[in-house]
């Protein structure tokens, strides 16, 4: 069952993903070959707390830290450790926020220093691909339009994507219906209506789809071992289309 939201809901809402939205803006000038991604996590866990947030992966089904920070071949739900990014990395930084029991979830891939040619064209069809799925959503499209828009792109540019993880339905749940994968065919699957609140998140590998979750139970991994890259914005669904709610307030 798909909980449509009123207004007032949506509204209600705006805090989290406003505070989750600024985290990535505030973040981006400690991401520089150096700093470890436990530091990235204290400084996002603190930073959530002074604005009144909870940082949702916390403790999330056992994750053991606030964010997910998912390095070159790591796909998504890398656990930040004593590692120190280096210059050419790319890096997804994925927050969740909670106030007054609503979440907000976005995430950005950046640059540590110098992108690589193949990083830096990876990270920008990722980029490229959530703006891509967001122009499709309006009220009586599909879910599967959404998932054909952004396959379709990201294949015409000769990357994949993956299959296993998807956006999700979102509001006092993290991860609630519907489930919005990134792949699909033209008016399948749900019709999208007024009302519904969902992230769309696609990840992009360079080389095949298919990844396998490391021995941690929450790391997952490129099967090949080339780069992944990913985007998430968490949407409402408008009479005229998608309002993007994780849109940040405060300037880099
Ligand atoms: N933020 C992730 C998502 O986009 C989920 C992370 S779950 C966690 O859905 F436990 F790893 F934090
Ligand atoms: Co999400
Ligand atoms: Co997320």
Known sequence: MVQLKTTEEIEAMRPACQVAANTLVMIEEYIKPGITTEKINEIVHEYTLEHGGIPAPLNYRGFPKSVCTSVNHVVCHGIPDKKKLKDGDIINVDVTTIIDGWHGDTSKTFYVGKPKVRAQKLTEVAREALQIGIDVVKPGATLGDIGYAIQSFVEKNRFSVVREYCGHGIGR???????????????????????????IEPMVNAGKHAVKVLNDGWT????????????????AVRKDGAEILTLPTIKG
């Open 220 to 235: 997952v991994v490129t099967r090949d071992r080339g780069l992944s890259a990913q985007f998430e914005h968490t949407i």
């Open 173 to 199: 749940v993290f991860h609630e219906e519907p489930q919005v994968v990134h792949f699909g065919k033209q008016g399948e699957g749900m019709e999208i209506k007024e009302g519904m609140v969902f992230t």
